[in-house]
């Protein structure tokens, strides 16, 4: 059981005046005496107010039409291009677009069929991966910004102890406490912000090339007849 030391308070707490019994510290004065957590903190808003906005995006409104593009196929295979062209036409999407923009031409080779493509790709590019340098960004200066915090801390730690004129773990406790916490936080606004940075790199080139697959086999479907060319009939047997 904990012996409350004078005014109430037990000796376990941490306060910023140790020797006048101050308040404790909590993240809320950290805040007002910090100048590193709430830099932090900003920084924490805004990289999960872009992710859920990135996810958004990525997830609902530029995801890729796996369904519509199993009915592109299983239309064109049957030989039902106007079909195809119409289901396209209204699905929403840039992937969408670019198939009904190839339905819409000629049927061509892989080479023409890429190349028609290639401005709906750029498009899906460049809107999958807006701000996406945001995260990057954060990764790398977070932890240099909880290395300041660590440096302020540890500082203040020193001030303390040289104006109490006596030592002791009380003395320097709001200091190194500041200087840890910092270092966490840092620490870990960085590594939320490399995980989303990398999931969204990887989803973005994995999208890119799917598109090309789609490309690629709907040119073959439609040079094809919508099916796969059919065998040579055998050739007849000479006379003797």
């Given amino acids: 059981m904990d012996i409350p030391a ?14 006048e019994g101050g308040t404790p510290m909590t993240f809320v004065t950290m805040l007002k005496t910090s100048l590193v957590m709430p830099v932090l903190l900003v920084l924490s808003i805004v990289v999960l107010a ?25 239309r064109v295979e049957d030989g039902d291009e106007p079909g195809a062209l119409t289901a396209c036409m209204n699905a929403p999407g840039i992937a969408a677009e670019a198939l009904a923009r190839l339905l819409s031409l000629p ?27 945001l995260f990057g960004t954060a990764s790398f200066i977070a932890p240099l910004i909880g290395l300041l915090g660590t440096v302020l801390g540890i500082m203040r730690a020193f001030h303390d102890l040289a104006a109490a004129g006596a030592g002791g773990p009380a003395v320097v406790a709001a200091g190194i406490s500041e200087a840890l916490v910092a270092t966490a936080a840092g620490i870990g606004v960085a590594v939320v912000s490399a995980i989303f940075y990398n999931g ?5 080139r994995r999208r890119l090339g799917v598109l090309d697959l789609w490309v690629l086999e709907l040119s073959e479907l439609r040079a094809g007849g919508g099916s796969a060319a059919p065998a040579p009939p055998p050739k007849s047997a000479k006379k003797a």
């Fill in 50 to 74: 872009q992710a859920f906005e990135r996810i958004w995006v990525f997830f609902f409104e530029e995801k890729m039409p796996g369904a519509l593009w199993d009915s592109v196929r299983s």
């Fill in 200 to 204: 969204f790199s990887l989803t973005l």
């Fill in 107 to 133: 049927p061509g080779g892989p080479e023409a069929s890429l190349d028609a493509a290639e401005l709906y790709r750029r498009r899906l590019e460049l809107t999958l991966s807006r701000r996406l340098g």
């Fill in 6 to 19: 004078p005014g109430g308070k037990t000796p376990g707490d941490v306060y910023f005046n140790a020797e």
